[in-house]
């Protein structure tokens, strides 16, 4: 959504950014809302992860004055770029599914959390984009579990970049709006779908998603 915002209807940056997480809201709340009734949410983890990875993204935004966060964003990108094409390879190669760690360390989710969250905050790079990989290979969950309970633990993080981005006036409701009526649809359709496919299908999915986000985090 930000660059359509910002290239195709000449908004600028920071209101491309403040309306574009107002929409996410809407995403968030149907699309979490719709892992839920399918239980597929695993709900401890993801309030773990939510509870950390706001302050994690607070102390991001705020060390992002002091440092210079290019470095860290090519690893960011190298390292998603790694495992999208991880995913596709596993996937095509029809590798055996690892069995689930079902005991996963709360330290270890918070740990998780405040990093996911940290880089996040330095970076501008989705959440999401970084949970589910963490998910899947750190604390052995399968592919939609994974989907599930990233979209649960950053709903609230979508709230509270919103809440800021209002109170800085950043959110113009005449774009948002439609965008999230449209939104309304895709979110309803989006976890029917990802639920509806197999782990294998999924996975070169989120690869193919994954590649995108790293692509576009290497060329600014």
Same mark, same amino acid.
């Not at 600028?12 to 892992?35: D, H, L, M």
């Not at 495992?83 to 998780?112: C, D, G, T």
């Given at each position: ?54 302050? *994690?993204?607070?102390? $991001? +935004?705020? #060390? =992002?004055? @002091? ?7 090519? !690893?960011?990108? /190298? ?44 970076? *501008?790079?989705?959440? $999401? +984009?970084? #949970? =589910?990989? @963490? ?7 399968? !592919?939609?579990? /994974? ?54 299908? @999924? ?18």
């Amino acid at each position: 959504m930000v660059p359509i915002f910002y290239l195709a209807l000449g908004m600028p940056i920071n209101q491309a950014v403040g309306t574009s997480k107002a929409v996410i809201v809407v995403i968030a709340a149907i699309s979490t809302a719709t892992y839920l009734s399918r239980g597929r949410v695993d709900l401890k983890t993801g309030t773990i992860l939510m509870a950390t990875t706001i302050p *994690g993204s607070y102390l $991001g +935004a705020y #060390l =992002v004055s @002091l440092v210079d966060p290019t470095i860290l964003e090519y !690893i960011v990108a /190298a390292f998603i770029l790694w495992y999208s094409a991880r995913l596709i390879y596993r996937a095509l190669r029809q590798h055996p599914k690892m069995p689930e760690r079902r005991r996963r360390s709360p330290v270890l989710v918070a740990l998780a959390g405040i990093i996911v969250g940290l880089i996040a905050g330095l970076t *501008g790079t989705g959440g $999401g +984009a970084l #949970l =589910v990989p @963490l998910m899947v290979s750190g604390l052995g969950m399968s !592919i939609h579990e /994974a989907v599930a309970t990233s979209m649960y633990s950053m709903s609230m993080a979508a709230v509270a970049a919103a809440v800021r981005h209002q109170m800085s006036g950043e959110i113009v409701y005449s774009v948002a709006i439609p965008f999230a009526l449209g939104a309304i649809i895709g979110a309803m359709l989006g976890p029917r779908i990802a639920l509806s496919m197999n782990a294998r299908r @999924l996975r070169i999915v989120i690869g193919i998603v994954l590649a995108i986000v790293g692509v576009r985090m290497l060329l600014g």
